[in-house]
């Protein structure tokens, strides 16, 4: 089983920056894509930025140019920096990280989720 634990989220103004954390831990032997999703009232999850184990990013239309995901897969962190938010950027985020898990003598796939980290940009 696999832990992840975001930290980071607030309150900021429009206009403004947050830094987003998660670190995972647990048997892990390998993670291939780690990544942010957020979800606001209402809404569906969205994808909102991720990075494969071989340095790909993906970034949500939304968010290009404001948002900035890094990986250190020594540490098996995933940081997501937020700049120039928006009202429309308030939503929970949560980390996500998919991988290979080794226990036991056992390899095993997980697909697990943080708790998730509020995030409020006011006007």
């Known amino acids: 089983q696999v832990q992840l634990v975001e930290s980071g989220g607030g309150l900021v103004h429009a206009g403004g920056s947050l830094s987003l954390s998660c670190a995972a831990s647990g048997s892990i032997f390998s993670i291939n894509i780690m990544a942010w999703y957020r979800q606001a009232p209402g809404l569906q999850r969205e994808l909102v930025a991720n990075k494969s184990r071989y340095g790909d990013a993906y970034y949500a239309d939304s968010v290009k140019g404001r948002f900035t995901i890094s990986r250190d897969d020594a540490k098996n962190t995933i940081d997501l920096q937020m700049n120039n938010l928006k009202t429309g950027d308030t939503a929970v985020y949560y980390c996500?990280?998919?991988?290979?898990?080794?226990?036991?003598?056992?390899?095993?796939?997980?697909?697990?989720w943080g708790q998730g980290t509020q995030v409020t940009v006011s006007s």
């Open positions: 996500n990280a998919d991988g290979v898990g080794y226990r036991n003598g056992y390899y095993y796939s997980f697909d697990d």
